[in-house]
């Protein structure tokens, strides 16, 4: 079961060059999201979605855009890469439901490390 | 949504248990308490979760207060491959959405 996977492991991008992270779960979790963590920092939240077609800003979402048009994809977009944007970025899924809410544990992929130079 | 006060690093013996405490003062009646940890260069990791009552599962324990301000988590046997970012968290029951707003936790070291 591979559970949430996250491509690629690291990458090294210019400023302004522009990539997509992917993530893509096999647990039918309707519920993704993606965060960064900044080196010896807790994670933030960048984007949510709770089902295909929608999405939702969280803390810090400038600077990047999502889609999810279907349930197992979450991909988060840079398209201007800046220096701010060097992080460890992770994708996370959990089974949301409305009886359930608040009840599901999240399960997280490894991460991607993406350092802008 | 409950903030939670951790302390940012503790230290334990190999082999001792290990009791990381939270502080959830403001946490509401539907607002449930979890824990996950991360470890080096890992994504966070679920450990366990509770509403009011004491829980236990293969890894650790949670032991909350009666009058749900404060909680425990503890890890029973510790091991170095326990160390780690521990991160308390409180999370309401919603309709809408389900999304985690992390601290910075407390970095446990288990000594040899």
């Known amino acids: 079961n591979a559970g949430v996977t996250q491509t690629p492991k690291f990458r090294i991008l210019k400023i302004g060059q522009s990539m997509t992270l992917q993530c893509t779960q096999d647990?039918?979790?309707?519920?993704m999201y993606w965060y960064r963590q900044d080196p010896g920092m807790g994670l933030k939240l960048i984007y949510y979605s709770v089902g295909a077609g929608i999405t939702d800003k969280g803390e810090v979402p400038n600077g990047y855009n999502v889609s999810r048009s279907t349930t197992e994809d979450f991909p988060l977009r840079l398209e201007l890469a800046a220096p701010s944007q060097t992080s460890v970025y992770f994708c996370a899924s959990s089974y949301g439901d409305r009886a359930a809410v608040g009840n599901q544990p999240q399960h997280f992929g490894d991460g991607t490390r993406l350092s802008i130079l | 949504d409950a903030k939670t006060t951790q302390p940012p690093s503790m230290d334990c013996a190999e082999g001792r248990a290990a009791n990381l405490p939270c502080n959830h003062s403001?946490?509401?009646?539907?607002?449930?308490v979890y824990w996950y940890r991360q470890i080096h260069s890992q994504g966070p990791q679920y450990i366990i979760h509770g509403l009011k009552n004491n829980e236990t599962n293969e890894m650790a324990s949670l032991i909350i207060t009666e009058d749900r301000k404060s909680s425990t988590l503890i890890l029973p046997h510790a091991t170095l491959r326990d160390t780690a970012v521990y991160y308390c968290i409180v999370r309401p029951r919603r309709n809408r959405d389900d999304k985690i707003i992390f601290g910075k936790g407390t970095r446990l070291h288990i000594l040899p």
């Open positions: 403001t946490i509401s009646g539907n607002e449930y």
């Open positions: 647990m039918n979790h309707n519920y």
